[in-house]
């Protein structure tokens, strides 16, 4: 009779196996592992067709390596690093606050308030970056002058002449800054939503306002969900930032190499040099990212956070000097 | 203390509560029982205007909750009025609502320090004391997620004490724990019942309610089917269907 009892087979393997090893557990499986030749070819492949990629770009003229070992640690280069990192914070800045904002208004009981989001979401995130950067440079041509003060012939407070700024900077930076707003809108949204209704009403319960519930019990909890994505968007923003070339703003790491290999015909090792320095920049930034989602999951599961452990450490020092 | 008179409340198009009359005097444990459905949480949630009343009045100490009464005509309260009246009103919630981004002892000074702008230092020996009382003084500095159930309970009890309230409402406030940790958490009810606390429990613990309540209340449906001394009712319900619903639970 074959054992098609379960429980009387376990029973049949555990006695004898209880019997002949130690009297408390049975011994230790010692299985000869699978043999698996699908990965070893796999990975025999792509190592060779890496071997060859890297051989041929090395050995490629090209590439005119030197040129790029050249220009890798320029100064230039790194002036239009700073100008790529300035716009990209700046962008984020605005992108992170105005969105917040943007997302608060979809979630408020006003109805005005929350079709004027939507809108604004609608057009900015229906639009390409780039046009609208190209818009933000003919910005000046459409709104020649902007006078603050009473519309419909009243009188004036402050005046600007917009067309005679020389503001691609300023143009470059709203323009990025509001087009992230509106994909911050909708992250910040769902990380608000993520937050369970339980925590909204016991903070309602203790008599917290609206305002106090989300600044600290909301918001808060919501950054878990909002962090990753929003780690996302620097990173993409980083790369983003090259579109300026629409306004036309030529000093980001981007346009400096253009710049320069407009002069030196040599495209592809300033190209390669440009694309080196965003792929560190970006590995600086992944690092950080780690760190911020780590904060932000205090509370989440039950290991003791580095705090706890320490005090653990004191204390046990403490009884283990009073002995 | 309490005074409802024929308190209504609908969501959409569905009735909750179809004229709910009672009162609760201070001092006064009241405990709501009912099957599912009935309408006892709701009822409790009009109690700190986390529900909107529909018809009817709600009195705490005189006052009429959610609402402004200018001689015959009501007036919406704004937010910032509904929230001072929430001061006084503690509540406990079945899945205890602990914020798990901060610790025990900082759950309970959050509210002290943010709506009654009490000194933290203040706020934190209250807060020692409270756990103290709920018997957790070792677990201050510990997140939600380290503690059990009856244990996260207990520190929202002590959040709820926090605000020095005069009323406490508990919508079944054992429902969600394992049935060996129930105990601690109603051996603090219990204290706190002893110490003079008014309070409003809907809850399906019937030892309790038989032990500790001064007013027993079966609802159903919506409406209240009978109303008493607890030990009274679940010794002789009068009406059919509180002996309906006992024999199902006793």
Redesign the interface.
Known sequence: MSSLDPEKSTDAAAAPAAAAGSPTEPAPIKAVPLRRPGRWVAAIIIVILVVLFLYGAATNGAYQWKTYWDYLFDVRIFHGMLVTLELTVLAMVIGVVLGVTLAVMRLSPNPVLRSASWGYLWIFRGTPVYVQLLFWALFPSIYKVIELGIPFGGPHFTHWNIQQLQAAFLFATIGLGLNESAYMAEIVRAGINSVGE??R??S???????G?TMW??VL??SMRVIIPPTGNELISMLKTTSLVTAIPLTTDLYGVAQTISAVNFRPIPLLLVAATWYLVITSVLMIGQYYLERHYS?????Q??A??LR?LAETTAVTEAGK | MIRAQQVCKSFGTQQVLKGISLEVSRGEVMCLIGPSGSGKSTFLRCI?H?ERVNAGRLYIDGDLIGYREKGDKLYEMS??DA??Q??D???V?Q?F???????ALENII??PT??KKVRKADAITRAKELLDRVGLADKA??????LSGGQQQRVAIA??LA?DPKLMLFDEPTSALDPELVGDVLAVMRELAASGMTMVVVTHEMGFAREVADQLVFMDAGVVVEAGNPREVLANPQQERTQVFLSRIL
């Open positions: 339980g925590q009403e016991a309602t319960a203790l008599g917290m306002s609206w106090q600290r019990t808060p909890q205090r509370g989440v599961n039950r003791l956070t705090r706890q005090a | 700190n986390l937010p910032r929230a001072r929430r001061r009103i503690g509540m919630f899945h609502n602990l914020f798990p981004h901060r610790t959050e509210a943010q709506v500095d510990a997140y939600p997620a380290q959040r709820a605000m």
